[in-house]
């Protein structure tokens, strides 16, 4: 009975985690679409469309109690408050290195992120580590090393993407409210500064949303970009052993390393193929050790 009834979750975990990866893999082929509004408007208009999306998930799901709940305590708030802080620095450096043409970097910053996670868990939550696994980390770390070496002028992208993500979903593991919830009350927090921002541009630069119909059914669609599959990771947390959801977390920084060769024609330097195959065969033995460890009760 055991052996056959764990298969049923994963299938619906699974699809919803792949889907969740692959949305966020393929985002920089959404990016183009938006490449002639500034990181900083843009971030401004991506917030201001996914508040009320998520307000309509939270509606459809009723998620009203959850929400009023957390809203009701001031410590979920003010960590909230951090996390949305950490978040709108990610997705600001993230856009901003897409658009201008760091799509490796960006690429490698997720590579690191579930590395980071390792170590925060480790260092701030007690966890424990296996030899395979610290080996993988000391790997990764030469990887990074390699990278500092010969490109110290894009190696900050990387590692603010990896810590600003691990740092957030460090709060995000230890807050009791869920991921749509979560994003609803961070994105209400930091409506008031994306409408400044947005108000900001519009005054100085004029309004991207006020370019064309195209331009601005894109910037909207940014709201979906986000809200959709952070909704479907929710659901794929939930249903998988979270060492699974570990391994297909690698699936979206490969996505972004394949469209960088293919479609963003970036060039690839020595230094960062080095740094790749360290943070691959990095990713490879954490993997490899985590099924390991996952097999070992079943074959007992």
Same mark, same amino acid.
């Given at each position: 009975?055991?052996?056959?009834?764990?298969?049923?979750?994963?299938?619906?975990?699974?699809?919803?985690?792949?889907?969740? !990866?692959?949305?966020?893999?393929?985002?920089?082929?959404?990016?183009?679409?938006?490449?002639?509004?500034?990181?900083?408007?843009?971030?401004?208009?991506?917030?201001?469309?996914?508040?009320?999306?998520?307000?309509?998930?939270?509606?459809?799901?009723?998620?009203?109690?959850?929400?009023?709940?957390?809203?009701?305590?001031?410590?979920?708030?003010?960590?909230?408050?951090?996390?949305?802080?950490?978040?709108? $620095?990610?997705?600001?450096?993230?856009?901003?290195?897409?658009?201008?043409?760091?799509? !490796?970097?960006?690429?490698?910053?997720?590579?690191?992120?579930?590395? $980071?996670?390792?170590?925060?868990?480790?260092?701030?939550?007690?966890?424990?580590?296996?030899?395979?696994?610290?080996? /993988?980390?000391?790997?990764?770390?030469?990887?990074?090393?390699?990278?500092?070496?010969?490109?110290?002028?894009?190696?900050?992208?990387?590692?603010?993407?990896?810590?600003?993500?691990?740092?957030?979903?460090?709060?995000?593991?230890?807050?009791?409210?869920?991921? $749509?919830?979560?994003?609803?009350?961070?994105?209400?927090?930091?409506?008031?500064?994306?409408?400044?921002?947005?108000? !900001? !541009? /519009?005054?100085?630069?004029?309004?991207?949303?006020?370019?064309?119909?195209?331009?601005?059914?894109?910037?909207?669609?940014?709201?979906?970009?986000?809200?959709?599959?952070?909704?479907?990771?929710?659901?794929? /947390?939930?249903?998988?052993?979270?060492?699974?959801?570990?391994?297909?977390?690698?699936?979206?920084?490969?996505?972004?390393?394949?469209?960088?060769?293919?479609?963003?024609?970036?060039?690839?330097?020595?230094?960062?193929?080095?740094?790749?195959?360290?943070?691959?065969?990095?990713?490879?033995?954490?993997?490899?050790?985590?099924?390991?460890?996952?097999?070992?009760?079943?074959?007992?």
């Amino acid at each position: 009975m055991n052996a056959s009834a764990p298969p049923q979750t994963d299938r619906t975990g699974l699809a919803a985690a792949f889907s969740a !990866y692959v949305i966020w893999g393929f985002l920089p082929l959404y990016l183009i679409l938006v490449r002639s509004v500034p990181a900083f408007e843009f971030v401004g208009w991506r917030i201001i469309w996914t508040l009320p999306l998520c307000l309509l998930i939270v509606l459809a799901r009723r998620q009203g109690p959850d929400l009023r709940a957390a809203l009701a305590n001031r410590r979920t708030l003010g960590l909230l408050a951090l996390s949305a802080t950490l978040i709108a $620095v990610n997705w600001v450096v993230y856009v901003w290195a897409i658009q201008n043409g760091q799509v !490796y970097a960006a690429s490698l910053g997720y590579y690191i992120n579930p590395l $980071v996670n390792v170590l925060l868990g480790t260092v701030l939550l007690g966890e424990k580590l296996s030899r395979p696994q610290w080996a /993988a980390v000391g790997l990764a770390g030469i990887g990074v090393s390699l990278l500092a070496a010969g490109a110290l002028t894009t190696l900050w992208i990387s590692l603010t993407l990896a810590l600003s993500f691990g740092s957030y979903g460090l709060i995000r593991k230890q807050l009791d409210v869920g991921s $749509v919830p979560g994003l609803t009350i961070e994105s209400a927090l930091l409506l008031l500064p994306s409408l400044a921002v947005a108000w !900001y !541009y /519009a005054q100085t630069q004029g309004s991207s949303f006020a370019v064309s119909t195209e331009l601005r059914l894109a910037i909207m669609a940014g709201g979906v970009v986000t809200a959709f599959p952070l909704l479907l990771f929710a659901i794929a /947390a939930r249903k998988l052993p979270y060492s699974m959801l570990g391994f297909i977390q690698f699936l979206a920084p490969s996505i972004v390393f394949v469209l960088g060769l293919t479609v963003f024609g970036e060039e690839l330097k020595p230094v960062q193929a080095a740094c790749f195959a360290c943070i691959w065969a990095a990713a490879a033995i954490f993997v490899w050790d985590l099924v390991a460890r996952t097999r070992k009760p079943a074959a007992s």
